[in-house]
């Protein structure tokens, strides 16, 4: 099944998930894929300065990874389309105007958005009020 192109659909059908699970970003200039694997990383990307890779926390603390910032992870439980324009732009402008940061992963299925877990809540607030909003408009419209 292919995933949904149209913005109104996705925004509408956002359902964002809140993970329990706190991530940490790490990075190193060694790109062993095998070295970094063997840690079980959520993801991985290959920059030209080396290896960013995300962990979560129990296994950064258990590799003396350092921890600068601890994000928490929302997936967007939409069947978005890779070719889908305009999801990241509107969910980064909502979350941005309430001074939000969003590191955001588009995936084959989802679209997964990483926040500071202090304003994981928030976030989640927004998104729904987001999705909400769509939801009444389209409703007005019929």
């Known amino acids: 099944?292919?995933?949904?192109?149209?913005?109104?659909?996705?925004?509408?059908?956002?359902?964002?998930?809140?993970?329990?699970?706190?991530?940490?970003?790490?990075?190193?200039?060694?790109?062993?894929?095998d070295a970094i694997a063997s840690m079980s990383p959520l993801a991985t990307f290959h920059e030209e300065e080396g290896m960013t890779f995300i962990l979560n926390h129990?296994?950064?603390?258990?590799?003396?990874?350092?921890?600068?910032?601890?994000?928490?992870?929302?997936?967007?439980?939409?069947?978005?389309?890779?070719?889908?324009?305009?999801?990241?732009?509107?969910?980064?402008?909502?979350?941005?105007?309430?001074?939000?940061?969003?590191?955001?992963?588009a995936a084959f299925h989802h679209d997964h958005i990483f926040v500071h877990e202090d304003h994981a809540e928030q976030a989640m607030l927004a998104l729904t009020e987001l999705s909400e909003s769509v939801k009444r408009q389209q409703g007005e419209s019929i």
């Open 58 to 105: 129990e296994s950064a603390v258990q590799h003396n990874i350092e921890i600068n910032n601890v994000y928490r992870c929302i997936t967007l439980k939409v069947h978005s389309s890779l070719e889908a324009v305009g999801l990241t732009a509107a969910v980064s402008s909502v979350l941005a105007k309430r001074g939000i940061s969003a590191n955001v992963m």
């Open 1 to 33: 099944m292919s995933g949904i192109t149209d913005l109104s659909e996705l925004l509408a059908n956002l359902q964002p998930v809140l993970s329990p699970t706190s991530y940490i970003f790490c990075f190193t200039e060694n790109t062993n894929l």
